[in-house]
């Protein structure tokens, strides 16, 4: 292990303390708390779905990262914007888009956010502000940049969230969207979610700082850095910035170090890494933190059964939704190709 990874590591103290938050502060937790449960039993029912061949394409789940994008979404208003990779369940969760409906684009089904055309990488909705899914490493960071720009230009106080691995930040889309963005003043907040590994490559292999963030000077921009399990520290965090995108104070580039307990996608085995690692970090669990806080703020454990039963029956639901549900027929292949 190198220099870079092991520093890393050694960053993420062992024991982190877990607090009781604030009387104020609860019912924020107890929604944060319900929603980073709603992606874990998403992703994990997704898994089954996927290992019985109902699920087709590429699938790769956000189990272990919840806390950075509950966290970050909670800091934005329903009118802005999220933009996301092919690792988009949980945004797209976050951002209020139906779970149903998500449920569905992965079984491939017309009821689909995206009509069943999309699958797993390709999560979208309009309506929600919700703009993908994207497939192509570090791509999407430039369309953040573009919708950074059609904000300020309508002057409607919107701002964008840009989530992306650190292997994004290799990628020369990443580069060209930051200069812009940071010479424009555009509201968008850049969040490179650490996970330590693109793919099967661990970070001292193919970047060159040991703090993503960093590379924030280079364009005279903000910039933070923190570590991801704590769904409330997240949402105080990635608030600061979304407050001065929003001012008009320009944009931010967040480094959020977190874990995936799987492997990158639903193909990967995951042999770059140790088991015991794997089980270090699980002791980390964002959704136990959560849990155990609002457990010593005096919320009672019968409330939070009574969520986690909620959250159980609507993935339940949302799965016989999507079997049940058509799939496209063969017209639907030339639906919403070309805009009218
Ligand atoms: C331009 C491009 N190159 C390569 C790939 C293949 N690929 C898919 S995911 C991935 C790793 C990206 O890792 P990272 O950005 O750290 O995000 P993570 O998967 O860890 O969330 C690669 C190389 C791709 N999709 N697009």
Redesign the pocket.
């Given at each position: 292990m190198s220099k870079a990874t092991k520093e890393k590591k050694q960053n993420l103290p062992q024991d982190l303390p877990v607090e009781a938050v604030p009387a104020d502060q609860i019912d924020l937790l107890k929604k944060m708390y319900r929603e980073m449960l709603l992606i874990r039993r998403f992703e994990e029912a997704s898994a089954r779905a996927y290992a019985a061949g109902k699920i087709g394409g590429f699938c790769?789940l956000y189990i272990g990262q919840e806390a950075v994008g509950v966290g970050s979404i909670n800091a934005i208003n329903a009118s802005d914007y999220v933009v996301s990779?092919?690792?988009d369940h949980g945004h797209a969760i976050v951002k209020d888009l139906d779970v149903k409906a998500l449920m569905a684009e992965l079984f491939g089904k017309r009821s689909g956010v995206s009509g069943g055309k999309g699958g797993s990488m390709h999560f979208f909705d309009k309506e929600k502000n919700f703009m993908g899914g994207h497939?192509?490493?570090?791509?999407h960071v430039a369309l953040a940049a573009g919708i950074g720009w059609a904000s300020k230009y309508r002057n409607d106080k919107t701002v964008t969230l840009c989530f992306?691995?650190?292997?994004?930040a290799n990628?020369g889309a990443f580069h060209e969207a930051l200069n812009l963005a940071s010479l424009w003043k555009l509201p968008v907040v850049f969040i490179c979610?650490n996970?330590l590994?693109?793919?099967g490559t661990p970070m001292y292999r193919a970047l060159s700082v040991e703090d993503v963030s960093i590379r924030a000077v280079a364009y005279n921009m903000a910039k933070d850095n923190f570590i991801g399990d704590d769904v409330t520290k997240v949402k105080e965090r990635v608030q600061l910035a979304v407050d001065r995108a929003r001012k008009g104070e320009g944009p931010t580039l967040l480094e959020i170090t977190t874990y995936?307990f799987r492997g990158?996608s639903m193909s990967d085995p995951a042999k770059y890494r140790t088991k015991d690692e794997v089980e270090e970090y699980k002791k980390r669990d964002p959704l136990n933190r959560a849990k155990l806080s609002l457990l010593m703020s005096g919320v009672d454990e019968k409330d939070l059964s009574r969520m986690e039963a909620e959250v159980k029956s609507q993935i339940e639901e949302a799965v016989d939704f999507a079997e049940k549900s058509e799939v496209p027929s063969a017209s639907d292949l030339f639906s919403n190709v070309y805009a009218d």
């Open positions: 790769h990779t092919y690792r497939g192509i490493v570090g791509g992306f691995g650190e292997g994004a990628i979610e996970n590994y693109s793919m995936r990158h």
